[in-house]
């Protein structure tokens, strides 16, 4: 496995999270790091709405993250709750708020809240998938991880794609992306925690 920082993996990771917000799993996604020109265009393709909202760390530098949508208005709501604040640190409120506008099952985040370091009983190759860490016994996880997978999946076939074939243009390609059959027409992000919590 190779460093998860290397500019390629978080080329990856930011196209991941761009297929699981495009595909709806997740409302909205936040990127801490910058991304090459072609991500920002497959955005684009994907019609994800984007905003940069400036944060500030607690000796005053400027932090600069990228928000990703397909709800404009979800984004305009990060971006008047968040830009130009100074970050803050971990509280319950803060926990319960980013589980909402990432799509993070509530009870995960209830337990994070109480108990940080809880054990779950997901494989660690599952765990590794997620942006949230699941509780114990969690019932709405188990049902996101064919979604990720299949995300994941996309992500890593658009990167051997563009890895392979710079020369191409990107226009091109990107203009051919869609969800998989089985996820079209799912009710996916907020409303899909809440219908999986009911189900």
Not at 95 to 124: M, Q, S
Not at 138 to 146: A, D, F
Request: glycine share 6%; proline share 7%; net charge neutral.
């Amino acid at each position: 496995m190779g460093d998860w920082l290397s500019p390629a993996l978080l080329e990856e990771d930011a196209v991941y999270l761009g297929v699981l917000t495009a595909w709806g799993v997740k409302p909205l996604s936040r990127l801490e790091y910058s991304v090459k020109p072609w991500v920002l265009t497959l955005f684009r393709r994907m019609a994800l709405v984007t905003a940069s909202v400036t944060r500030y760390a607690a000796n005053g530098t400027p932090l600069h993250h990228l928000v990703f949508s397909r709800d404009a208005q979800l984004v305009e709501q990060y971006r008047a709750e968040f830009d130009q604040r100074k970050l803050e640190g971990e509280t319950a409120r803060l926990v319960r708020r980013e589980a909402y506008y990432f799509g993070y099952p509530p009870c995960c985040a209830e337990e994070y809240i109480c108990t940080p370091d809880a054990p779950n009983d997901l494989p660690p190759a599952d765990q590794t998938l997620l942006f949230h860490r699941a509780c114990s016994g969690c019932v709405v996880t188990p049902r996101l991880l064919p979604l990720y997978r299949a995300a994941l999946a996309e992500a890593k076939r658009i990167c051997r794609h563009v890895s392979s074939h710079p020369w191409l243009s990107s226009e091109t390609f990107f203009s051919g992306l869609s969800a998989p059959d089985h996820i079209e027409g799912c009710i996916m992000g907020n409303k899909a925690i809440s219908y999986l919590t009911r189900a």
